[in-house]
């Protein structure tokens, strides 16, 4: 299947103070600029790093690009010809400024940046290790707890189309949960309900007694905080897995 390339930086960073411009940046440039299907995703890292090249742009987003090339193939003896060409026709000196980024990029000891990495770099909280409750999902996901004082709070991270079984969270007075969206996109789903889409930002409320599942969507990485809300005899009971014609009903 066709590498999807989605992206939420716009809305992370800059949601509230510039939707416009958020948008334009997610949706447009990542979502309908990079997926166009007539060029593949090595040769538009080609372009992207050269034109920051010829701008002079020799920041943290040509780091990310130079990162995302040599993610989709582009070779170390390729990045010093791209380089060493463009240099002929935008400049010397932006040249050894590239260089000097492209060198720490395809450091032979460093391990390449694979897509986990990607998103990681996207998101404000730590991915954390292998989920211990991983049995009680459908795909891969990662736990990273945050605090466990007071509230305890962790970051629930998913691989696409990874998603937790149904399950209800049991209490005897008070209890349930609270979601809260932090990168990617994702769904929330109750009982007899329609899914609701949760992306950076959204909030999602689950009472004590209510089954229910959440999980990334099938393109994209997804990561929520988890608060247990505290409660008097509070237990998770896992039920069956979401099934496959269930989880594809999403859009």
């Known amino acids: 299947m066709k590498e999807k390339i989605t992206q939420t930086a716009g809305r992370?960073?800059?949601?509230?103070?510039?939707?416009?411009?958020a948008h334009l940046n997610d949706d447009v440039l990542f979502g309908e600029?990079?997926?166009e299907p007539a060029i593949d995703l090595k040769t538009k890292?080609?372009?992207?790093v050269v034109s920051l090249m010829a701008s002079g742009i020799t920041d943290s987003s040509l780091t990310y690009h130079l990162q995302?090339?040599?993610?989709?193939?582009?070779?170390?003896?390729e990045i010093a010809?791209?380089?060493?060409?463009?240099?002929?026709y935008v400049g010397w000196p932006k040249a050894w400024a590239v260089f000097r980024l492209a060198k720490e990029v395809w450091n032979e000891e460093a391990p390449a940046l694979s897509e986990m990495d990607r998103y990681q770099n996207s998101?404000?909280?730590?991915i954390g290790e292998e989920n211990p409750y991983g049995r009680f999902f459908s795909g891969k996901s990662y736990l990273a707890p945050l605090t466990t004082e007071q509230v305890p709070v962790y970051n629930v991270t998913f691989e696409p189309g990874c998603?937790?079984?149904?399950?209800?969270?049991?209490?005897?007075?008070?209890?349930g949960q609270m979601l809260i969206c932090v990168g990617g996109r994702g769904?929330?789903?109750?009982?007899?309900?329609?899914?609701?889409?949760?992306?950076?930002g959204s909030v999602v409320n689950i009472p004590a007694g209510v089954k229910h599942w959440h999980g990334a969507a099938p393109d994209s990485w997804f990561s929520h905080l988890a608060l247990e809300i505290p409660g008097e005899e509070c237990r998770a009971e896992w039920l069956e897995p979401v099934s496959d014609e269930d989880y594809g009903e999403l859009s």
């Open 33 to 35: 600029v990079w997926n």
């Open 187 to 200: 769904y929330y789903r109750e009982w007899g309900a329609e899914p609701v889409e949760m992306t950076p």
């Open 81 to 88: 010809a791209i380089i060493t060409h463009a240099a002929m």
């Open 45 to 48: 890292c080609i372009v992207t």
């Open 12 to 21: 992370d960073r800059l949601g509230e103070f510039a939707p416009t411009f």
């Open 68 to 77: 995302n090339a040599k993610a989709h193939g582009v070779t170390k003896g």
């Open 123 to 126: 998101i404000f909280f730590p």
């Open 163 to 175: 998603r937790n079984n149904w399950h209800i969270h049991h209490s005897k007075s008070g209890g």
